[in-house]
């Protein structure tokens, strides 16, 4: 049997210390293997380094209000959902840890060439994952005693609990989607595969515009460097698969996001409500009445004269005819011009 790891705490203080070291059921996560180098690995590593998942805001609704992941979808349309039921908003140090060296593990292992078809997907199996940041535990193929009573695993079993719980609450905050598929044929789950979702990279302090120019960035690498993409991890008959309109359409708005199309349509609002605006209240644009052939000529005699002298004749006029008007009035003092 295994030896656990238990933090002994005394009862008979009434003050409990807070300092203890955190107490993992088998072992403490820790991912120490040097990120990838991609410019959007690299950033990311950096801002996880400095991200508090108590501080996040998705985390933060779904322990307050619970929330729920759906695991199977059956043959005659009807769905398996696992609830999660609400919790204190402080996340325990314990769940805390894994949850951080597990995203460490997913960022380095995952697809960030925007060739791929779908965009930002983890290469590597959950098991793999809790095998990275140490949180896997082999059972042996033989009897093992749990609480005084004989279990057998006749072929041996492998546990990673603690993962499958992160990746949970990662999935009910909608920071993750994990896509799950049943294999009737052998009745069990096939393996699961990780996508990342916009909501993660907001709450990690990145825009769409960011995730775009980085994307960008690694296509002008593999292009430089003569990289044709290639799946790391081939499809196989025992991974889940994307199969249906509701997968499809998250995904597809995922890369949209990703690829910065929603900032530019807001832009692209933004700046036709301007235009919307200032050809409303613009005066320039409102009709302007066509001059008459009078007023054309007055314009031209104008141009080649005086203007003292024709202020002088305008004068005069006005007072020899105040109730002249318009091309009446015009048509006088290019009488007197002529003259």
């Not at 293997?33 to 998705?58: E, F, S, T, Y």
């Not at 930002?120 to 940041?133: D, G, V």
């Not at 082999?138 to 990673?160: F, I, L, N, S, W």
């Amino acid at each position: 049997m295994h030896k656990a790891t238990y933090c002994i705490i005394p009862t008979e203080n009434r003050r409990v210390e807070r300092s203890k070291p955190s107490c993992h059921r088998r072992y403490e996560p820790s991912y120490d293997k040097p990120m990838v180098n991609i410019p959007i690995a690299r950033r990311i590593d950096g801002i996880l380094k400095k991200w508090d998942p108590n501080k996040c805001d998705q985390i933060k609704k779904l322990r307050r209000d619970g929330g729920s992941i759906l695991m199977r979808v059956y043959n005659d349309g009807t769905k398996r959902y696992k609830s999660i039921l609400p919790r204190r908003l402080t996340i325990r140090l314990e769940r805390e840890q894994t949850i951080r060296h597990l995203l460490r593990a997913i960022f380095n292992n995952v697809e960030y060439s925007p060739n791929a078809t779908w965009l930002y997907e983890c290469m590597s199996s959950i098991e793999e994952l809790a095998k990275m940041i140490g949180q896997l535990h082999e059972y042996q193929a033989c009897y093992d005693v749990v609480d005084g009573k004989k279990t057998q695993y006749r072929h041996g079993r492998k546990a990673y609990d603690c993962v499958l719980g992160a990746l949970e609450d990662l999935e009910a905050a909608g920071l993750i989607l994990v896509v799950r598929g049943w294999d009737p044929e052998v009745k069990q789950y096939k393996a699961s595969r990780i996508f990342l979702q916009p909501n993660l990279f907001k709450s990690l302090g990145m825009s769409a515009k960011e995730t775009r120019y980085l994307l960008a960035g690694k296509a002008k690498s593999d292009k430089a460097n003569g990289k044709v993409f290639k799946r790391s991890r081939p499809f196989s008959d025992k991974m889940a698969t994307i199969n249906n309109a509701k997968l499809t359409s998250i995904m597809n708005y995922n890369r949209r996001w990703f690829k910065g199309e929603f900032e530019d349509l807001a832009l692209k609002d933004k700046e036709k409500q301007r235009l919307e605006l200032l050809e409303k209240f613009t005066p320039s644009n409102k009709e302007i009445p066509k001059k008459s052939e009078t007023e054309r000529q007055y314009i031209e005699l104008c141009n080649s004269m005086s203007p003292i002298q024709i202020m002088h004749i305008e004068s005069s006029v006005r007072e020899a005819h105040p109730e002249a008007y318009g091309d009446e009035f015009i048509e006088l003092v290019m009488r007197r011009l002529k003259n």
